[in-house]
């Protein structure tokens, strides 16, 4: 029996698979976007019924929101013509928003004040931040050559904002220059803490004393040769003005006869869409053509009514100046014999002050006029000139690259072992954090002036800048100093360990570590400093919510509102959105929580 078993089994042979089988794709439920869908929106009953409500709720908010973004209006000289045309295409006042004030303002939320002629320098200066910036935030890609520029940037920056003369950044750059060899100099024969601090005094003399003296012969010195040249220019230029100015005020009101013109042929056409003819298509097109051609003609005007003003000013100045001109020989005359009435005076104090009073108006006024004969730079552009967000961005960068260092070195302050800088460290910290920030610019605003001597002059703005920086570094201070307790005690011991001292063991072993951990949160005070800046309203300086507040006061734009707070919160979203991701990008490139 087995052997018939035998033959009719068929052996088993073995099987090997000589190929791969191909990939198979995923279930559908297990991968992609349904598979994403279903772990966060639907991954149980609860979520479903919230993920089912937040689509009805979002689609209810976008359904009144983007018809009302899209079909707005952005060819108009008023709120008022924007209804117009809003009401020719069959809506109501409020069914589309009027997108034409940004159109027509734009300029003044950007620049401020800002002459049109000089936009081209803050371009420039902000050009020029990205190309100084690069070096130090994206160091892997970017030549360490450029961080001498990175170095020169901020007196570059500084004098192609507000202009003048280009001895000021080089002599202030000749400080640093000055500090160095001092500190040179010193370390060589005394200890190194004091040569520090000959060093800063040298600078700060330097900025005290040496600055406006070598300014001011510069200034005479490049200015005297030019004087009869400068007079006879001047003479000459003022005989055309008044043409230049007739030939302005003629084109401003030719411009407005057809403006006039089209805004009458405009509400003609108006008139017969609200009559209901029947090719209503037609005259709309004709409108949106209207509306188009009168945004171009005020642009004109605008431009035109620009140089107008500029011209009148130019006339109004020159004169001034001319009259300033011909003062110079006589001042030149009389300065011998003013400072002999000095000498003369010694004896009698009144006599004496009289004396120095006069001398030193006469001398004021030679430099003023030698400042503008001699200039060799830029025009100078004031700082109540300054606004929008010109104003913000000068005030949020300033803020944020000197608030960062001071911040570190409060930081380590407020650590150290040295009672009486840990105390100073303290309470600075604990005072500045203690009190709003309005308070503080309401101080550097108006309280700060009784603390100066009688007749200083100090520029608003950068007391503002000077405020904003204390402020902010006493938040990165806090930053910094959770940073540095982050580290574990063996970080520490590790670098006394390798024969470093204090200095190098912050630079090289402890700094590098809690600023890795500290990035989130030095990012999130960077951000709200920029957004802070727009407190300086409340102190008269005009940033992008003072403009708003004067262009609403504005009888064309009253009552306009979402649409400059929208443009306004959008660009302001969109810089912080990109220091955002870059502290996220600076976290992946470090590892910070993997190292």
Same mark, same amino acid.
């Given at each position: 029996?087995?052997?018939?078993?035998?033959?009719?089994?068929?052996?088993?042979?073995? *099987?090997?698979?000589?190929?791969?089988?191909?990939?198979?794709?995923?279930?559908?439920?297990?991968?992609? #976007?349904?598979?994403?869908?279903?772990? &966060?929106?639907?991954?149980?009953?609860?979520?479903?019924?919230?993920?089912?409500? !937040?689509?009805?709720?979002?689609?209810?908010?976008?359904?009144?929101?983007?018809?009302?973004?899209?079909?707005?209006?952005?060819?108009?000289?008023?709120?008022?013509?924007?209804?117009?045309?809003?009401?020719?295409?069959?809506?109501?006042?409020?069914?589309?928003?009027?997108? #034409?004030?940004?159109?027509?303002?734009? !300029?003044?939320?950007?620049?401020?004040?800002?002459?049109?002629?000089?936009?081209?320098?803050?371009?420039?200066?902000?050009?020029?931040?990205?190309?100084?910036?690069?070096?130090?935030?994206? !160091?892997?890609?970017?030549?360490?050559?450029?961080?001498?520029?990175?170095?020169?940037?901020? *007196?570059? #920056?500084?004098?192609?904002?507000?202009?003048?003369?280009?001895?000021?950044?080089?002599?202030?750059?000749?400080?640093?220059?000055?500090?160095? $060899?001092?500190?040179?100099?010193?370390?060589?024969?005394?200890?190194?803490?004091?040569?520090?601090?000959?060093?800063?005094?040298?600078?700060?003399?330097?900025?005290?004393?040496?600055? =406006?003296?070598?300014?001011?012969?510069?200034?005479?010195?490049?200015?005297?040769?030019?004087?009869?040249?400068?007079?006879?220019?001047?003479?000459?230029? $003022?005989?055309?003005?008044? %043409?230049?100015?007739?030939?302005?005020?003629?084109?401003?009101?030719?411009?407005?006869?057809?403006?006039?013109?089209?805004?009458?042929?405009?509400?003609?056409?108006?008139?017969?869409?609200?009559?209901? +003819?029947? =090719?209503?298509?037609?005259?709309?097109?004709?409108?949106?053509?209207?509306?188009?051609?009168?945004?171009?003609?005020?642009?004109?005007?605008?431009?035109?009514?620009?140089?107008?003003?500029?011209?009148?000013?130019?006339?109004?100045?020159?004169?001034?100046?001319?009259?300033?001109?011909?003062?110079?020989?006589?001042?030149?005359?009389?300065?011998?014999?003013?400072?002999? &009435?000095?000498?003369?005076?010694?004896?009698?104090?009144?006599?004496?002050?009289?004396?120095?009073?006069?001398?030193?108006?006469? %001398?004021?006024?030679?430099?003023?006029?030698?400042?503008?004969?001699?200039?060799?730079?830029?025009?100078?552009?004031?700082?109540?000139?300054?606004?929008? *967000?010109?104003?913000?961005?000068?005030?949020?960068?300033?803020?944020?690259?000197?608030?960062?260092?001071?911040?570190?070195?409060?930081?380590?302050?407020?650590?150290?072992?040295?009672?009486?800088?840990?105390?100073?460290?303290?309470?600075?910290?604990? +005072?500045?954090?203690?009190?709003?920030?309005?308070?503080?610019?309401?101080?550097?605003?108006?309280?700060?002036?009784?603390?100066?001597?009688?007749?200083?002059?100090?520029?608003?703005?950068?007391?503002?800048?000077?405020?904003?920086?204390?402020?902010?570094?006493?938040?990165?201070?806090?930053?910094?100093?959770?940073?540095?307790?982050?580290?574990?005690?063996?970080?520490?011991?590790?670098?006394? !360990?390798?024969?470093?001292?204090?200095?190098?063991?912050?630079?090289?072993?402890?700094?590098?570590?809690?600023?890795?951990?500290?990035?989130?949160?030095?990012?999130?005070? *960077?951000?709200?400093?920029?957004?802070?800046?727009? $407190?300086?309203?409340?102190?008269?300086?005009? =940033?992008?919510?003072?403009?708003?507040?004067?262009?609403?006061?504005?009888?064309?734009?009253?009552?306009?509102?979402?649409?400059?707070?929208?443009?306004?919160?959008?660009?302001?979203?969109?810089?912080?959105?990109?220091?955002?991701?870059?502290?996220?990008?600076? %976290?992946?490139? $470090?590892?910070?929580?993997?190292?």
């Amino acid at each position: 029996m087995s052997e018939v078993h035998s033959e009719t089994a068929t052996p088993t042979q073995p *099987f090997v698979r000589t190929e791969m089988l191909t990939e198979q794709p995923a279930p559908i439920a297990q991968a992609g #976007a349904v598979r994403w869908i279903r772990e &966060n929106l639907f991954s149980s009953i609860p979520n479903s019924i919230m993920t089912i409500l !937040s689509v009805l709720f979002i689609a209810y908010v976008l359904n009144g929101i983007v018809p009302w973004m899209l079909g707005g209006v952005w060819n108009a000289g008023s709120l008022a013509e924007c209804r117009t045309v809003l009401g020719a295409f069959g809506g109501d006042s409020h069914s589309g928003a009027c997108w #034409a004030v940004i159109e027509d303002r734009w !300029s003044q939320l950007v620049f401020g004040f800002y002459p049109q002629e000089y936009y081209w320098r803050p371009v420039l200066t902000f050009v020029l931040m990205a190309v100084a910036l690069a070096p130090i935030l994206f !160091s892997d890609w970017v030549p360490r050559q450029l961080m001498i520029f990175s170095i020169l940037y901020p *007196f570059i #920056a500084v004098w192609l904002i507000w202009g003048g003369s280009i001895w000021v950044p080089i002599l202030v750059v000749a400080s640093f220059v000055v500090g160095y $060899l001092v500190y040179r100099i010193a370390s060589g024969v005394v200890f190194a803490g004091l040569a520090v601090g000959l060093a800063i005094l040298a600078t700060v003399l330097w900025w005290m004393f040496a600055i =406006d003296a070598i300014n001011s012969r510069l200034n005479a010195a490049v200015g005297a040769p030019r004087y009869d040249a400068a007079v006879a220019d001047l003479e000459a230029n $003022l005989a055309i003005l008044p %043409e230049e100015v007739a030939t302005a005020e003629a084109l401003v009101e030719s411009i407005d006869a057809q403006v006039a013109e089209i805004v009458a042929d405009r509400d003609a056409v108006v008139s017969r869409i609200m009559e209901g +003819v029947s =090719d209503v298509s037609a005259l709309q097109d004709e409108l949106l053509a209207y509306q188009r051609t009168l945004t171009d003609l005020r642009n004109q005007q605008s431009s035109a009514a620009r140089a107008l003003t500029v011209v009148t000013a130019e006339l109004n100045d020159g004169i001034r100046l001319l009259e300033s001109y011909q003062t110079l020989p006589a001042l030149i005359e009389a300065l011998p014999e003013l400072r002999e &009435n000095v000498a003369n005076a010694a004896g009698d104090e009144v006599a004496l002050a009289a004396a120095e009073d006069a001398l030193r108006s006469a %001398e004021e006024r030679m430099d003023s006029i030698y400042a503008v004969l001699g200039r060799v730079g830029l025009p100078p552009v004031q700082s109540r000139e300054i606004g929008g *967000f010109l104003l913000a961005l000068i005030l949020g960068v300033s803020g944020i690259v000197l608030s960062f260092p001071l911040g570190i070195l409060l930081a380590l302050g407020r650590q150290s072992d040295l009672i009486l800088l840990k105390m100073v460290s303290v309470a600075f910290i604990e +005072v500045i954090r203690g009190v709003p920030l309005i308070v503080w610019l309401i101080t550097a605003s108006l309280l700060l002036n009784y603390f100066l001597p009688p007749g200083t002059t100090f520029d608003l703005v950068l007391r503002v800048v000077i405020m904003v920086t204390l402020f902010a570094s006493a938040y990165m201070a806090e930053v910094i100093r959770g940073g540095l307790a982050a580290l574990p005690r063996g970080q520490y011991e590790g670098a006394d !360990s390798l024969g470093l001292n204090y200095a190098q063991s912050m630079r090289l072993i402890v700094l590098p570590q809690a600023l890795k951990i500290s990035i989130p949160g030095i990012v999130s005070t *960077f951000i709200g400093l920029f957004k802070d800046t727009v $407190l300086v309203v409340f102190i008269g300086l005009l =940033d992008p919510i003072g403009f708003s507040n004067s262009i609403r006061a504005d009888t064309d734009w009253n009552g306009v509102y979402w649409e400059i707070f929208i443009f306004i919160g959008a660009c302001f979203f969109v810089f912080c959105y990109g220091m955002s991701q870059y502290s996220q990008y600076l %976290e992946r490139k $470090l590892a910070t929580g993997h190292r």
